[in-house]
């Protein structure tokens, strides 16, 4: 099992940054593709960003391409998401997620972090 913790978010404004941190338990991190999340209020949960195990391969929605990068640093069991450009339209609940590399799905869930972007 892997317990993840993030911390970082807060209040910005439009145009600003903001870097997301996910702090991960255990001693195999490295075993984890990762990614993060989103909710903004009264919509559904979306996906955000993922990078693969070993960091080499990274995925994006659309909405963020250009603006938001996903990295991990594997010895410090923490994967990131440097947050540019923000839009007030980012402003939602960002969560981190692990999944196992035999997995379809995200089993592991953090408790989630609020960004708000200020127009």
């Known amino acids: 099992q892997v317990q993840l913790v993030e911390s970082g978010g807060g209040l910005v404004q439009a145009g600003g940054s903001l870097r997301l941190s996910c702090a991960a338990s255990?001693?195999?991190?490295?075993?984890?593709?990762m990614g993060w999340f989103r909710q903004a209020p009264g919509k559904e949960r979306e996906f955000v960003a993922a990078i693969s195990w070993s960091g080499s391969y990274t995925q994006y929605v659309e909405s963020v391409k250009g603006r938001f990068t996903i990295s991990r640093d594997n010895a410090k069991n923490t994967v990131y998401l440097q947050m540019n450009s923000l839009k007030a339209e980012d402003t939602a609940v960002y969560y981190c997620a692990a999944k196992t590399l035999d997995s379809r799905s995200y089993d592991y869930w953090g408790q989630g972090t609020q960004v708000t972007v200020s127009s």
């Open positions: 255990g001693r195999t991190f490295s075993s984890y593709n």
